[in-house]
Protein backbone atom coordinates (compact mmCIF):
# COMPACT_ATOMS: atom_id res chain seq x y z
CA UNK A 1 0.00 0.00 0.00
CA UNK A 2 2.79 2.24 0.04
CA UNK A 3 3.32 2.17 -3.81
CA UNK A 4 0.72 4.46 -5.48
CA UNK A 5 0.95 2.55 -9.56
CA UNK A 6 2.59 -0.87 -9.63
CA UNK A 7 3.94 -0.40 -12.79
CA UNK A 8 3.76 2.72 -14.28
CA UNK A 9 4.82 3.24 -18.02
CA UNK A 10 5.52 6.94 -19.58
CA UNK A 11 6.87 8.46 -22.48
CA UNK A 12 7.84 11.44 -22.48
CA UNK A 13 6.90 14.41 -25.26
CA UNK A 14 10.40 14.79 -25.67
CA UNK A 15 11.69 11.09 -26.23
CA UNK A 16 12.27 10.71 -29.86
CA UNK A 17 10.59 7.07 -30.07
CA UNK A 18 7.69 5.76 -27.87
CA UNK A 19 8.62 3.81 -25.05
CA UNK A 20 7.69 -0.46 -25.82
CA UNK A 21 7.00 -2.73 -23.04
CA UNK A 22 5.68 -6.61 -22.73
CA UNK A 23 4.70 -7.58 -19.28
CA UNK A 24 4.41 -11.42 -19.07
CA UNK A 25 2.84 -13.55 -16.36
CA UNK A 26 2.99 -10.54 -14.14
CA UNK A 27 0.89 -10.20 -11.27
CA UNK A 28 0.06 -6.73 -9.77
CA UNK A 29 -1.67 -6.29 -6.25
CA UNK A 30 -2.95 -3.93 -3.48
CA UNK A 31 -1.73 -0.72 -4.74
CA UNK A 32 -2.91 2.86 -3.87
CA UNK A 33 -3.80 3.45 -7.35
CA UNK A 34 -3.74 1.49 -10.27
CA UNK A 35 -1.74 -1.90 -10.97
CA UNK A 36 -0.77 -0.60 -14.61
CA UNK A 37 -0.77 2.71 -16.06
CA UNK A 38 0.11 3.39 -19.83
CA UNK A 39 0.82 6.72 -20.24
CA UNK A 40 1.29 7.29 -24.21
CA UNK A 41 3.21 4.14 -24.53
CA UNK A 42 3.05 1.24 -26.32
CA UNK A 43 2.29 -2.02 -23.89
CA UNK A 44 1.42 -5.85 -24.32
CA UNK A 45 -0.04 -8.24 -21.34
CA UNK A 46 0.21 -11.39 -21.62
CA UNK A 47 -1.26 -13.84 -18.89
CA UNK A 48 -1.18 -10.70 -16.00
CA UNK A 49 -3.04 -10.42 -13.13
CA UNK A 50 -4.18 -7.57 -11.08
CA UNK A 51 -6.69 -7.28 -7.67
CA UNK A 52 -6.88 -4.82 -5.22
CA UNK A 53 -5.67 -1.77 -6.76
CA UNK A 54 -7.81 0.71 -5.74
CA UNK A 55 -8.46 2.95 -8.59
CA UNK A 56 -8.65 -0.19 -10.55
CA UNK A 57 -6.66 -2.37 -12.66
CA UNK A 58 -4.97 -0.91 -16.25
CA UNK A 59 -5.14 2.54 -17.42
CA UNK A 60 -4.61 3.23 -20.77
CA UNK A 61 -4.12 7.20 -21.12
CA UNK A 62 -2.07 9.39 -23.98
CA UNK A 63 -2.26 12.64 -21.93
CA UNK A 64 1.32 13.17 -22.11
CA UNK A 65 0.85 14.19 -25.64
CA UNK A 66 1.54 11.37 -27.91
CA UNK A 67 -0.65 8.30 -28.74
CA UNK A 68 -1.19 5.28 -26.83
CA UNK A 69 -1.44 1.49 -27.42
CA UNK A 70 -2.28 -1.29 -25.95
CA UNK A 71 -3.07 -4.69 -26.40
CA UNK A 72 -4.02 -7.68 -23.79
CA UNK A 73 -3.16 -11.54 -25.24
CA UNK A 74 -4.80 -13.12 -21.49
CA UNK A 75 -4.94 -12.38 -18.56
CA UNK A 76 -7.72 -11.48 -15.27
CA UNK A 77 -8.64 -8.51 -14.22
CA UNK A 78 -10.33 -8.03 -10.85
CA UNK A 79 -10.95 -5.03 -10.06
CA UNK A 80 -14.32 -2.94 -10.37
CA UNK A 81 -12.66 -0.49 -12.53
CA UNK A 82 -10.83 -3.64 -14.89
CA UNK A 83 -9.44 -1.48 -17.91
CA UNK A 84 -10.21 2.28 -18.14
CA UNK A 85 -9.57 4.29 -21.81
CA UNK A 86 -9.13 7.74 -20.50
CA UNK A 87 -7.95 10.17 -23.65
CA UNK A 88 -8.45 13.64 -22.45
CA UNK A 89 -5.84 14.87 -24.79
CA UNK A 90 -7.74 14.18 -27.85
CA UNK A 91 -8.19 17.99 -28.74
CA UNK A 92 -4.30 17.87 -29.32
CA UNK A 93 -4.50 15.22 -31.54
CA UNK A 94 -3.51 12.42 -29.25
CA UNK A 95 -5.02 9.02 -29.64
CA UNK A 96 -5.78 5.69 -27.78
CA UNK A 97 -5.51 2.27 -29.93
CA UNK A 98 -6.29 -0.76 -28.26
CA UNK A 99 -6.91 -4.74 -28.77
CA UNK A 100 -8.35 -6.85 -26.39
CA UNK A 101 -7.85 -10.31 -27.21
CA UNK A 102 -8.33 -12.15 -24.35
CA UNK A 103 -8.72 -13.01 -20.79
CA UNK A 104 -11.63 -12.28 -17.86
CA UNK A 105 -12.35 -8.85 -16.13
CA UNK A 106 -14.42 -9.04 -13.82
CA UNK A 107 -15.34 -5.20 -13.31
CA UNK A 108 -15.63 -2.96 -16.48
CA UNK A 109 -14.22 -1.76 -19.92
CA UNK A 110 -14.66 2.25 -20.37
CA UNK A 111 -13.82 4.51 -22.20
CA UNK A 112 -13.64 8.32 -21.62
CA UNK A 113 -12.83 10.83 -24.26
CA UNK A 114 -12.29 10.59 -28.34
CA UNK A 115 -9.47 9.62 -30.98
CA UNK A 116 -9.93 5.65 -28.89
CA UNK A 117 -10.24 2.47 -30.85
CA UNK A 118 -10.96 -0.51 -29.40
CA UNK A 119 -11.35 -3.84 -30.22
CA UNK A 120 -12.61 -6.84 -28.33
CA UNK A 121 -12.04 -9.92 -30.16
CA UNK A 122 -12.45 -12.57 -27.64
CA UNK A 123 -12.65 -12.90 -23.33
CA UNK A 124 -14.92 -12.96 -20.47
CA UNK A 125 -16.55 -9.10 -19.78
CA UNK A 126 -18.50 -9.47 -16.25
CA UNK A 127 -18.96 -5.91 -15.89
CA UNK A 128 -20.16 -3.55 -18.59
CA UNK A 129 -18.43 -2.53 -21.49
CA UNK A 130 -18.95 1.31 -21.91
CA UNK A 131 -18.19 4.56 -23.62
CA UNK A 132 -19.95 8.13 -24.09
CA UNK A 133 -18.92 7.95 -27.78
CA UNK A 134 -20.18 3.92 -29.15
CA UNK A 135 -17.73 4.03 -32.55
CA UNK A 136 -14.95 4.07 -29.43
CA UNK A 137 -15.38 0.36 -29.04
CA UNK A 138 -16.24 -2.49 -31.47
CA UNK A 139 -17.17 -6.07 -30.18
CA UNK A 140 -15.81 -8.71 -32.85
CA UNK A 141 -15.91 -11.52 -30.34
CA UNK A 142 -16.46 -12.79 -26.73
CA UNK A 143 -18.81 -13.16 -23.59
CA UNK A 144 -20.76 -10.26 -21.88
CA UNK A 145 -22.95 -10.25 -18.49
CA UNK A 146 -24.62 -7.13 -19.80
CA UNK A 147 -26.04 -5.92 -23.24
CA UNK A 148 -23.82 -4.89 -25.93
CA UNK A 149 -25.73 -4.81 -29.07
CA UNK A 150 -24.32 -0.88 -29.51
CA UNK A 151 -20.76 -1.89 -29.74
CA UNK A 152 -21.81 -4.63 -32.09
CA UNK A 153 -19.29 -5.33 -34.99
CA UNK A 154 -21.31 -5.28 -38.32
CA UNK A 155 -19.89 -8.50 -39.45
CA UNK A 156 -20.72 -10.04 -35.86
CA UNK A 157 -23.70 -11.64 -34.31
CA UNK A 158 -25.17 -11.91 -30.99
CA UNK A 159 -26.85 -15.10 -29.12
CA UNK A 160 -27.35 -15.74 -25.26
CA UNK A 161 -26.75 -18.68 -23.29
CA UNK A 162 -28.32 -20.68 -21.02
CA UNK A 163 -27.19 -18.35 -18.32
CA UNK A 164 -28.82 -15.55 -19.74
CA UNK A 165 -24.71 -13.99 -21.10
CA UNK A 166 -24.64 -12.49 -24.51
CA UNK A 167 -22.09 -14.23 -26.61
CA UNK A 168 -20.95 -12.23 -29.34
CA UNK A 169 -19.69 -14.47 -32.40
CA UNK A 170 -17.62 -13.21 -35.28
CA UNK A 171 -18.81 -14.63 -39.03
CA UNK A 172 -16.52 -17.89 -38.50
CA UNK A 173 -17.89 -18.78 -35.03
CA UNK A 174 -21.35 -17.53 -35.95
CA UNK A 175 -21.59 -20.54 -39.45
CA UNK A 176 -20.02 -22.82 -36.81
CA UNK A 177 -22.88 -22.19 -34.89
CA UNK A 178 -25.45 -22.75 -37.34
CA UNK A 179 -23.93 -25.72 -38.58
CA UNK A 180 -23.80 -27.11 -34.68
CA UNK A 181 -27.35 -26.00 -34.39
CA UNK A 182 -28.51 -28.00 -37.04
CA UNK A 183 -26.69 -31.02 -36.18
CA UNK A 184 -27.43 -31.17 -32.34
CA UNK A 185 -29.56 -28.41 -31.36
CA UNK A 186 -28.17 -25.57 -29.56
CA UNK A 187 -28.68 -23.94 -25.86
CA UNK A 188 -27.82 -20.18 -27.34
CA UNK A 189 -31.09 -18.32 -28.70
CA UNK A 190 -30.94 -15.50 -30.94
CA UNK A 191 -30.65 -11.89 -29.16
CA UNK A 192 -32.47 -9.29 -31.30
CA UNK A 193 -30.35 -6.21 -32.44
CA UNK A 194 -31.51 -2.90 -30.83
CA UNK A 195 -33.33 -0.68 -33.70
CA UNK A 196 -30.25 1.56 -32.76
CA UNK A 197 -27.64 -0.93 -32.68
CA UNK A 198 -24.08 0.43 -34.21
CA UNK A 199 -24.50 -3.40 -36.27
CA UNK A 200 -27.59 -2.22 -37.93
CA UNK A 201 -26.70 1.84 -38.03
CA UNK A 202 -23.41 0.47 -40.51
CA UNK A 203 -25.59 -1.92 -42.23
CA UNK A 204 -28.13 1.09 -43.41
CA UNK A 205 -25.02 3.22 -44.73
CA UNK A 206 -24.74 3.03 -48.34
Not at 8 to 35: A, H
Not at 142 to 153: A, C, E, I, P, S
Request: with cysteine; proline share 1%; glycine share 10%.
Amino acid sequence: KNVKHGINIFTSPSDEEQVKVELNGVTVRDCNGYGVVNNASDLTVTDIETSGNEWGGINVDPKAGNNASFTMNSGKITESNSVYFENTNSEAGASVEAAIKDGIFKGSVAVNGNNTDVTISGGTFEGKVMAADKESINIVSGTFTNDVNDYLDKDSNIVKDKDGNYVVMDEEEYEDYLDDKKSHGSSYELEEKNGGSKKDEKEEEP
